[in-house]
Every structure is written in structure tokens, then in C-alpha cells.
Nanobody, 128 residues
Framework: QVQLVESGGGLVQAGGSLRLSCAAS????????LGWFHQAPGKEREFVAA???????YYADSVKGRFTISRDFTKNTVYLQMNSLKPEDTAVYSC??????????????????????WGQGTQVTVSS
């Protein structure tokens, strides 16, 4: 069973930066694609970014050019570097992992149903 634990959330002013981390344990990290989603109060959970088993990445239009997803295979950790933060980025951010060997090696999934494992989430609040 894969466990995912996020960290790095907090309160930041508009225009600031945060780096979220998601540490994986209990399973093989390198054989899975990973993603970040967020959920604002009263809204549905939305896709933010994903990274394939290799290094292929995919971003929601709302974060392109501001956010960067990366993974460290030696630390079994996926990161989300968030720059130029906006108040509308305020949400609970959760990381997710696919089953092993899901899809092709370049596939960076963007749909919730493609992920089987989820972390508890970390709150990001951006003040104006």
C-alpha cells in the first residue's frame, strides 16, 4: 500500500512562492506517474500538474509558466514549485500516484480516476 504525505503548505502573500513536497512510501516510486490536484472551498477538486514515470510533465492552463512539478527518485518525493502565487491559488493541495506501470512511460495523467493513491493534502493560502 502506497502512502503519500504532503508538506510545505502555508500562508503567503500574492506574488510569493511556496514549494510543496510529497513523500511516498510503501511501494515502488519509480514505476508510477504522480500528480498534484487542488480543491478550493465549495469547489470540485481540480488537476494542477502531473509528471510521468520519466520526466514528461503536464500542467493546467491556470498554472503554466508559474508552477513546476519535479520528482526525486533517490528520495521518493515529488515536488510542486509554485511561483507568482495568486489569491485564486488558495486551496488544499493533494498529491496522487497511479498504480504501477499505468499507461506509457511518457504518460502524465490529468484525470482523477487515473490515480489510485492520495495524500491527505496541505493547505495553501495566498493573501492579496
Amino acid at each position: 500500500q502506497v502512502q503519500l504525505v504532503e508538506s510545505g503548505g502555508g500562508l503567503v502573500q500574492a506574488g510569493g512562492s511556496l514549494r510543496l513536497s510529497c513523500a511516498a512510501s510503501g511501494g515502488t516510486f519509480s514505476s508510477r506517474a504522480l500528480g498534484w490536484f487542488h480543491q478550493a472551498p465549495g469547489k470540485e477538486r481540480e488537476f494542477v500538474a502531473a509528471i510521468s514515470r520519466g520526466t514528461n510533465t503536464y500542467y493546467a492552463d491556470s498554472v503554466k509558466g508559474r508552477f513546476t512539478i519535479s520528482r526525486d527518485f533517490t528520495k521518493n518525493t515529488v515536488y510542486l514549485q509554485m511561483n507568482s502565487l495568486k489569491p485564486e491559488d488558495t486551496a488544499v493541495y493533494s498529491c496522487a500516484a497511479t498504480t504501477e506501470w499505468y499507461g506509457s512511460s511518457w504518460n502524465a495523467p490529468r484525470l482523477e480516476y487515473e490515480y489510485n493513491y492520495w495524500g491527505q493534502g496541505t493547505q495553501v493560502t495566498v493573501s492579496s
